[in-house]
């Protein structure tokens, strides 16, 4: 189970945690029941990390998770869950961008006054503002 924490990045608690939670496939055991992590369940561990720093929720990935388990006859779902997921991320990824624009903005400001320009105003601009939310 080391090797596996190691091999992906995430602690030994955490892939207990993924296991009691129901988001990993059973892993193999030995007679004397030791985990024996195959280069697939890595694979999905690492697809579930993902999958949470994309901020699905744990239930969402539960809900994936038991799909896969159903079989191939779930794959339209899968898909579609996987579909909304994106929408969900991209919008997340435009208005972190939104977010970085306006801290640009805020550097240069900064950045300005340093070099002893005279700023106006020490607020984020109306326009850029604006295109938050």
């Known amino acids: 189970m ?3 924490a190691r091999a992906t990045g995430v602690s030994v608690d ?3 945690y993924y296991e009691r939670a129901g988001v990993m496939p059973p892993v193999r055991r030995t007679s004397t029941g030791r985990r024996v992590y195959t280069r697939d369940d890595l694979g999905w561990t690492v697809f579930v990390l993902r999958l949470r720093a994309t901020g699905m929720p744990l239930e969402e990935v539960r809900r994936y998770t038991r799909m896969v388990r159903d079989g191939q006859g779930t794959v339209p779902e899968r898909r579609a869950l996987l579909e909304e997921h994106r929408r969900t991320v991209g919008a997340a990824i435009a208005e972190l961008q939104r977010a970085a624009a306006v801290l640009d ?3 240069a400001h900064y ?3 340093e070099r002893g320009e005279r700023l106006d105003c020490d607020t984020v601009p109306l326009d850029a503002a604006a295109r938050i939310g």
């Open 2 to 4: 080391g090797e596996a």
């Open 14 to 16: 955490t892939l207990r």
């Open 105 to 107: 903005g805020k550097i």
């Open 111 to 113: 950045a300005a006054a």
